[in-house]
Protein backbone atom coordinates (compact mmCIF):
# COMPACT_ATOMS: atom_id res chain seq x y z
CA UNK A 1 0.00 0.00 0.00
CA UNK A 2 1.25 3.66 -1.09
CA UNK A 3 1.60 5.96 1.96
CA UNK A 4 -0.03 8.86 2.18
CA UNK A 5 1.95 11.59 0.59
CA UNK A 6 2.37 14.70 2.96
CA UNK A 7 3.80 17.94 2.29
CA UNK A 8 5.81 20.37 5.27
CA UNK A 9 6.41 23.86 5.54
CA UNK A 10 8.23 25.18 8.69
CA UNK A 11 9.34 28.39 9.72
CA UNK A 12 12.32 28.45 12.05
CA UNK A 13 12.81 31.44 14.31
CA UNK A 14 14.73 32.94 16.89
CA UNK A 15 12.44 31.20 19.39
CA UNK A 16 10.11 29.17 17.85
CA UNK A 17 9.65 26.82 14.89
CA UNK A 18 6.71 26.79 13.17
CA UNK A 19 5.41 24.12 11.20
CA UNK A 20 2.20 23.17 8.72
CA UNK A 21 1.42 19.75 7.04
CA UNK A 22 -0.88 19.30 4.19
CA UNK A 23 -2.29 15.70 3.11
CA UNK A 24 -2.24 16.09 -0.50
CA UNK A 25 -4.92 13.91 -1.48
CA UNK A 26 -7.46 14.53 1.68
CA UNK A 27 -6.36 18.10 2.07
CA UNK A 28 -6.19 17.54 5.77
CA UNK A 29 -3.73 20.34 7.46
CA UNK A 30 -2.21 20.37 11.16
CA UNK A 31 -0.31 22.78 12.40
CA UNK A 32 1.99 22.87 15.63
CA UNK A 33 4.67 25.01 17.33
CA UNK A 34 8.16 23.63 18.47
CA UNK A 35 11.02 25.27 20.49
CA UNK A 36 13.71 26.42 18.33
CA UNK A 37 17.25 24.71 19.01
CA UNK A 38 20.06 27.40 17.93
CA UNK A 39 23.24 24.98 18.69
CA UNK A 40 21.88 22.47 16.29
CA UNK A 41 19.10 24.07 14.08
CA UNK A 42 18.58 20.80 12.83
CA UNK A 43 17.09 19.06 16.05
CA UNK A 44 14.15 21.73 16.40
CA UNK A 45 13.46 20.80 12.82
CA UNK A 46 12.78 17.80 12.66
CA UNK A 47 11.39 17.77 16.06
CA UNK A 48 8.61 19.90 14.66
CA UNK A 49 8.04 17.51 11.41
CA UNK A 50 7.92 14.39 13.79
CA UNK A 51 5.02 16.22 15.67
CA UNK A 52 2.74 17.39 12.83
CA UNK A 53 3.20 13.65 11.18
CA UNK A 54 2.44 12.00 14.54
CA UNK A 55 -0.79 14.44 14.66
CA UNK A 56 -1.50 13.18 11.04
CA UNK A 57 -0.54 9.30 12.21
CA UNK A 58 1.99 8.45 9.68
CA UNK A 59 5.62 8.19 9.55
CA UNK A 60 8.71 9.49 7.60
CA UNK A 61 7.55 7.67 5.06
CA UNK A 62 4.62 9.65 4.15
CA UNK A 63 6.84 12.92 3.30
CA UNK A 64 6.71 14.38 -0.32
CA UNK A 65 8.32 17.31 0.21
CA UNK A 66 9.87 19.89 2.86
CA UNK A 67 9.50 23.85 2.41
CA UNK A 68 11.60 25.80 4.59
CA UNK A 69 11.63 29.62 5.60
CA UNK A 70 14.80 30.46 7.78
CA UNK A 71 16.82 33.92 8.42
CA UNK A 72 19.97 32.19 8.96
CA UNK A 73 21.52 34.78 6.16
CA UNK A 74 19.71 37.65 7.54
CA UNK A 75 21.20 37.09 10.79
CA UNK A 76 24.44 36.97 10.23
CA UNK A 77 24.21 40.40 8.63
CA UNK A 78 22.57 41.57 11.33
CA UNK A 79 24.86 39.99 14.16
CA UNK A 80 27.82 41.89 12.07
CA UNK A 81 29.82 38.37 11.59
CA UNK A 82 31.03 39.57 8.42
CA UNK A 83 34.72 39.33 9.29
CA UNK A 84 37.49 37.13 6.92
CA UNK A 85 36.06 38.37 3.61
CA UNK A 86 38.09 39.05 0.72
CA UNK A 87 37.66 41.48 -2.56
CA UNK A 88 38.98 41.13 -5.99
CA UNK A 89 37.94 44.12 -8.32
CA UNK A 90 39.38 45.43 -11.65
CA UNK A 91 42.62 47.55 -11.51
CA UNK A 92 41.94 51.06 -10.33
CA UNK A 93 39.06 50.28 -8.81
CA UNK A 94 39.92 49.22 -5.26
CA UNK A 95 37.96 51.83 -3.69
CA UNK A 96 34.27 51.41 -5.02
CA UNK A 97 33.34 50.40 -1.63
CA UNK A 98 34.83 53.34 -0.21
CA UNK A 99 33.42 56.12 -2.92
CA UNK A 100 30.07 54.04 -3.11
CA UNK A 101 27.03 56.20 -4.14
CA UNK A 102 27.41 60.41 -3.88
CA UNK A 103 23.04 60.08 -2.87
CA UNK A 104 22.36 60.24 0.86
CA UNK A 105 19.52 58.84 2.87
CA UNK A 106 16.52 60.74 3.24
CA UNK A 107 16.80 62.48 6.62
CA UNK A 108 20.31 64.16 6.48
CA UNK A 109 19.45 67.02 4.56
CA UNK A 110 23.54 66.74 2.84
CA UNK A 111 26.48 64.41 2.99
CA UNK A 112 28.06 66.67 5.96
CA UNK A 113 26.15 64.86 8.22
CA UNK A 114 25.89 61.55 7.04
CA UNK A 115 28.72 59.18 7.67
CA UNK A 116 29.33 56.52 5.58
CA UNK A 117 28.89 52.65 7.31
CA UNK A 118 32.23 50.73 7.50
CA UNK A 119 33.01 48.98 4.72
CA UNK A 120 31.66 45.10 4.24
CA UNK A 121 35.89 44.23 3.55
CA UNK A 122 38.76 46.40 5.28
CA UNK A 123 40.89 47.92 2.50
CA UNK A 124 44.14 45.75 3.06
CA UNK A 125 42.17 42.57 1.72
CA UNK A 126 41.48 44.24 -1.44
CA UNK A 127 43.37 43.04 -4.55
CA UNK A 128 43.18 43.84 -7.98
CA UNK A 129 43.92 42.35 -11.28
CA UNK A 130 44.74 43.68 -14.96
CA UNK A 131 42.22 43.35 -17.70
CA UNK A 132 39.29 44.81 -18.89
CA UNK A 133 36.09 45.03 -20.63
CA UNK A 134 33.88 47.44 -22.52
CA UNK A 135 30.59 48.11 -21.03
CA UNK A 136 28.98 45.82 -24.22
CA UNK A 137 31.42 42.78 -23.26
CA UNK A 138 34.15 43.43 -25.64
CA UNK A 139 37.72 42.47 -24.26
CA UNK A 140 39.25 45.60 -24.12
CA UNK A 141 42.72 43.90 -22.27
CA UNK A 142 42.94 40.61 -21.62
CA UNK A 143 42.71 39.17 -18.00
CA UNK A 144 45.95 38.85 -16.50
CA UNK A 145 45.93 35.10 -15.08
CA UNK A 146 49.18 35.86 -13.16
CA UNK A 147 47.58 38.54 -10.92
CA UNK A 148 44.64 36.27 -10.17
CA UNK A 149 47.18 33.87 -9.05
CA UNK A 150 48.99 36.32 -6.77
CA UNK A 151 45.62 37.44 -5.27
CA UNK A 152 44.85 33.65 -4.70
CA UNK A 153 48.29 33.56 -2.69
CA UNK A 154 47.51 36.15 -0.58
CA UNK A 155 44.28 35.15 0.15
CA UNK A 156 45.52 31.91 1.00
CA UNK A 157 48.71 32.95 3.01
CA UNK A 158 46.26 35.63 4.84
CA UNK A 159 44.13 32.42 6.04
CA UNK A 160 41.00 34.40 4.12
CA UNK A 161 38.81 31.51 2.77
CA UNK A 162 35.48 33.63 1.59
CA UNK A 163 35.70 35.89 -1.53
CA UNK A 164 34.16 37.83 -3.27
CA UNK A 165 34.97 38.69 -7.54
CA UNK A 166 33.11 41.78 -9.22
CA UNK A 167 35.10 43.15 -12.38
CA UNK A 168 34.04 46.47 -14.58
CA UNK A 169 31.80 45.39 -16.81
CA UNK A 170 31.27 42.13 -16.02
CA UNK A 171 27.75 41.86 -16.39
CA UNK A 172 28.10 42.21 -20.24
CA UNK A 173 30.46 39.59 -20.68
CA UNK A 174 30.99 36.74 -17.61
CA UNK A 175 34.23 35.48 -19.18
CA UNK A 176 36.69 37.28 -17.06
CA UNK A 177 35.17 36.59 -13.88
CA UNK A 178 34.46 33.02 -14.56
CA UNK A 179 38.11 32.54 -15.28
CA UNK A 180 38.99 33.79 -12.04
CA UNK A 181 37.29 31.83 -10.31
CA UNK A 182 38.14 29.07 -12.08
CA UNK A 183 42.28 30.76 -11.27
CA UNK A 184 41.23 31.00 -7.78
CA UNK A 185 39.82 27.72 -7.00
CA UNK A 186 42.61 25.86 -9.32
CA UNK A 187 45.39 27.43 -6.74
CA UNK A 188 42.68 27.81 -3.55
CA UNK A 189 40.34 24.76 -3.59
CA UNK A 190 39.63 25.49 0.25
CA UNK A 191 38.48 29.17 -0.80
CA UNK A 192 34.60 30.48 -1.03
CA UNK A 193 33.96 31.98 -3.87
CA UNK A 194 31.28 34.46 -5.41
CA UNK A 195 31.12 36.15 -8.39
CA UNK A 196 28.43 39.08 -9.48
CA UNK A 197 27.80 37.54 -12.94
CA UNK A 198 26.16 35.27 -10.65
CA UNK A 199 24.93 37.40 -7.85
CA UNK A 200 23.79 40.32 -9.87
CA UNK A 201 24.04 40.31 -13.41
CA UNK A 202 23.06 44.52 -13.42
CA UNK A 203 25.22 47.58 -14.37
CA UNK A 204 26.49 49.62 -11.60
CA UNK A 205 29.43 48.36 -9.65
CA UNK A 206 28.68 49.66 -5.95
CA UNK A 207 25.85 47.91 -5.78
CA UNK A 208 26.82 44.76 -7.75
CA UNK A 209 30.38 44.95 -5.88
CA UNK A 210 28.08 45.10 -2.09
CA UNK A 211 25.65 42.21 -2.88
CA UNK A 212 28.40 39.45 -4.19
CA UNK A 213 30.34 39.92 -1.14
CA UNK A 214 26.81 39.70 0.86
CA UNK A 215 26.09 36.37 -0.67
CA UNK A 216 30.08 35.32 0.04
CA UNK A 217 29.61 35.89 3.33
CA UNK A 218 27.01 34.36 3.81
CA UNK A 219 27.74 31.53 1.22
CA UNK A 220 29.39 29.30 4.05
CA UNK A 221 26.42 29.18 7.01
CA UNK A 222 23.41 28.68 4.71
CA UNK A 223 25.61 25.98 2.62
CA UNK A 224 26.50 24.48 6.43
CA UNK A 225 23.14 24.41 7.71
CA UNK A 226 21.11 23.69 4.88
CA UNK A 227 23.47 20.37 3.85
CA UNK A 228 23.06 19.24 7.71
CA UNK A 229 19.48 19.30 7.73
CA UNK A 230 19.15 17.95 4.27
CA UNK A 231 21.42 14.77 5.24
CA UNK A 232 19.30 14.41 8.33
CA UNK A 233 16.11 14.77 6.70
CA UNK A 234 17.42 11.98 4.29
CA UNK A 235 18.21 9.72 7.50
CA UNK A 236 14.46 10.74 9.31
CA UNK A 237 12.87 10.00 5.74
CA UNK A 238 13.10 6.06 5.98
CA UNK A 239 11.73 4.08 3.16
CA UNK A 240 11.61 -0.06 3.96
CA UNK A 241 14.47 0.84 6.03
CA UNK A 242 16.64 2.58 3.82
CA UNK A 243 17.17 6.23 3.80
CA UNK A 244 15.93 8.38 0.54
CA UNK A 245 15.92 12.15 -0.41
CA UNK A 246 12.87 13.82 0.22
CA UNK A 247 12.65 17.02 -2.23
CA UNK A 248 13.69 19.80 0.24
CA UNK A 249 13.15 23.81 -1.13
CA UNK A 250 14.27 26.49 1.12
CA UNK A 251 12.18 29.97 0.80
CA UNK A 252 13.62 32.68 -1.71
CA UNK A 253 13.23 36.41 -0.28
CA UNK A 254 10.89 37.33 -2.92
CA UNK A 255 8.56 34.33 -1.64
CA UNK A 256 9.72 31.76 -4.01
CA UNK A 257 11.68 28.71 -3.63
CA UNK A 258 15.19 27.09 -4.00
CA UNK A 259 15.94 23.41 -4.12
CA UNK A 260 18.48 23.03 -1.54
CA UNK A 261 20.84 21.72 -3.86
CA UNK A 262 20.80 25.17 -5.71
CA UNK A 263 20.23 27.53 -2.48
CA UNK A 264 24.20 26.56 -1.13
CA UNK A 265 24.96 28.43 -4.57
CA UNK A 266 22.72 31.77 -4.32
CA UNK A 267 22.07 32.07 -0.40
CA UNK A 268 21.93 36.02 -1.17
CA UNK A 269 18.24 35.12 -2.38
CA UNK A 270 16.94 33.93 1.12
Keep these: MEPRKIRVGIDTGGTFTDVVAVDEESGAMVTTKTPSTPSDPAEGFLTGIDKVLRQLGVSGDSLSAVSHGTTVATNKLLEGKVENLGFITT ?56 DVRAAAAFFKAEGVKTLGVCLVHSYANPDHEQ ?5 LLEEYP ?28 VKPNIRSYVNNIANRLREFATESGDARDVPFYVMKSNGGVLSAKEVVHQPITT
Excluded at 107 to 122: A, T
Excluded at 191 to 201: D, F, G, P, W
Design 190 to 217: EATVSISTEVLREYREFERAITTLVDAA
Design 91 to 146: EGYEHVLEIARQSVPDGYGNSYFWVKPDRIVPAHRVRTIRGRLSFDGNEIRPLNDD
Design 179 to 183: RVRDI
